[in-house]
């Protein structure tokens, strides 16, 4: 079956450092692709998506760009902040399928430090 | 911007309890969705609905039963609830083929 899996964390980075999230997918068909974002003592929020091979998705300085050649959408961010703290999520969704249901990566932490 | 509610952000209940968990969304969403959140198991899909009345299994249902007598509320029963049971449950809507919006979550302990 359809399957995501992210690097593990935690990953502790200090501001201003760049930051890589690995995301690879194993999917029939022509998946969506998303970041999830949860803050501490919050729900999901999305981050930033794309429906098609070589989109780029992009949203408060975070980038992913789905790459079918690889199955990847690695998350991406030139300049942490204090303030990125947080659980980020890799999703895909069977774009053909009527429920849009989602597969999950188990997650990674993210702390910066001041 | 959508708001997804769930009734409680923190429930303590006891073994063999029934439990509700509630769920209410405000965008007519036609899907409506329950994950239990586990450290190192990421979201599991519990029950969703694509419709008033209508529901289907995810990954995990064993245990649990929903219902969703009007378009806006999704509820999830812990039948007779186990330590096992003591997560975090988070509800989700959407449009069909639409980006998923969640709730703040709540928070279970099954004592």
């Known amino acids: 079956g359809d399957s995501v899996t992210q690097m593990e964390g935690p990953v502790t980075l200090s501001e201003e450092a760049c930051l890589t999230i690995?995301?690879?997918?194993?999917?029939?068909?022509?998946?969506?692709l998303f970041w999830y974002v949860q803050y501490p003592g919050e729900g999901l929020q999305l981050l930033l998506k794309?429906?098609?091979?070589?989109d780029k998705g992009s949203n408060k300085g975070f980038e992913a760009t789905y790459r079918k050649e690889t199955t990847s959408f690695h998350l991406e961010k030139g300049s942490v902040q204090v303030s990125d703290s947080a659980v980020y999520f890799c999703?895909?969704?069977?774009?053909?399928?009527?429920?849009?249901?989602?597969?999950f990566g188990k997650g990674t932490k993210l702390s910066v430090k001041p | 911007d959508v708001k997804v509610t769930q009734s409680s952000r923190y429930l303590v209940k006891r073994t063999g309890e029934k439990v509700f968990l509630e769920c209410v969304q405000d965008?007519?969403?036609?899907?409506m969705f329950w994950y239990r959140q586990d450290p190192g198991l990421g979201l599991r899909l519990i029950y969703f609905?694509?419709?008033?009345?209508?529901?289907e299994k995810g990954d995990i249902p064993e245990g649990y039963s929903v219902s969703r007598e009007k378009k806006e509320r999704f509820s999830l029963i812990l039948e007779s609830a186990s330590t096992n049971q003591t997560s975090m449950y988070l509800c989700?809507?959407?449009?069909?083929?639409?980006?998923?919006?969640f709730g703040d979550g709540t928070r279970l302990s099954i004592l």
């Open positions: 989700a809507s959407s449009y069909i083929g639409q980006p998923q919006h």
């Open positions: 690995n995301c690879t997918y194993t999917a029939t068909g022509y998946p969506s």
């Open positions: 794309a429906t098609k091979a070589d």
């Open positions: 999703a895909l969704s069977d774009r053909w399928g009527s429920q849009g249901n989602l597969i």
């Open positions: 965008m007519d969403h036609e899907n």
């Open positions: 609905s694509y419709d008033v009345k209508m529901k």
